[in-house]
């Protein structure tokens, strides 16, 4: 005899081999969605502003997106954030809807440690999420809800995460944790970044 939990399960093995599951982790169905990467950038729906969030400028990744983003059919408004500017790049992208006068998709596109979840890129995340919501962009996937609410509690413990990150540790093992504490900093920059400049 077949359980409820049998049930669910075969249900959730027929979508994943169904193909149902590539419609939803486009996340169409919102304004503001969330994914990893280039990833991010061939699966999720096609927006017209895309936040590249790079929280540690580890390497070069949140340029090669920013550059593959505006290649894109769509031509969309790229931005690059991280946690200094999080409140500024939400009210650009604000204003970007205003000026486009419609309601407007927003991907955010974060860049991840070569490839890998990287903790400081989804707080970063959660803070340009968490001020667009403030400025009333809210309808957003449950990527960008668990982003945004992995953020608000941790905002005082901020500095020690970003120390304590792969990436942070790394840098400063390398002699650089100034550049790590500088980019704990929320919202210590005014002005968005867009890209290209």
Same mark, same amino acid.
């Given at each position: +005899? +077949?359980?409820?939990?049998?049930? &669910?399960k $075969?249900?959730?093995?027929?979508?994943?081999?169904? &193909?149902?599951?590539?419609?939803?982790?486009?996340?169409? +169905?919102?304004q503001?969605?969330? &994914?990893?990467?280039?990833?991010? =950038?061939?699966?999720?729906?096609?927006?017209?502003?895309?936040?590249?969030?790079?929280?540690?400028?580890?390497?070069?990744?949140?340029?090669?997106? %920013?550059?593959? %983003?505006?290649?894109?059919?769509?031509?969309?408004?790229?931005?690059?954030?991280?946690?200094? $500017?999080?409140?500024?790049?939400a009210?650009?992208?604000?204003?970007?809807?205003?000026?486009?006068?419609?309601?407007?998709?927003? $991907?955010?596109?974060?860049?991840?440690?070569?490839?890998?979840?990287?903790?400081?890129?989804?707080?970063? %995340?959660?803070?340009?999420?968490?001020?667009?919501?403030?400025?009333?962009?809210?309808?957003?996937?449950?990527?960008?809800?668990?982003?945004?609410?992995?953020?608000?509690?941790?905002?005082r413990?901020?500095?020690?995460?970003?120390?304590?990150?792969?990436? #942070?540790?790394?840098?400063?093992?390398?002699?650089?944790? #100034?550049?790590?504490?500088?980019? %704990?900093? =929320? $919202?210590?920059?005014?002005?968005?970044?867009?890209?290209?400049?």
């Amino acid at each position: +005899m +077949m359980t409820e939990c049998d049930v &669910g399960k $075969n249900w959730v093995t027929k979508l994943a081999y169904s &193909g149902s599951m590539s419609e939803t982790s486009s996340q169409q +169905m919102y304004q503001l969605r969330l &994914g990893w990467g280039e990833h991010a =950038l061939a699966t999720l729906a096609k927006s017209e502003i895309v936040v590249i969030v790079d929280a540690i400028e580890s390497d070069s990744t949140a340029s090669a997106l %920013a550059a593959e %983003a505006v290649l894109q059919a769509q031509h969309p408004t790229v931005f690059l954030a991280s946690l200094r $500017n999080a409140r500024a790049t939400a009210e650009a992208v604000v204003a970007e809807q205003l000026e486009r006068g419609a309601r407007t998709s927003i $991907n955010l596109v974060l860049c991840g440690d070569s490839g890998r979840f990287a903790v400081e890129d989804y707080l970063a %995340a959660g803070a340009v999420a968490d001020s667009l919501s403030a400025l009333g962009i809210d309808h957003s996937s449950p990527e960008v809800a668990v982003a945004i609410e992995g953020f608000r509690p941790l905002t005082r413990a901020l500095k020690h995460l970003f120390s304590a990150c792969d990436a #942070g540790a790394k840098f400063s093992a390398l002699g650089r944790a #100034g550049e790590v504490r500088a980019a %704990a900093q =929320l $919202n210590s920059l005014s002005e968005a970044e867009r890209y290209p400049a």
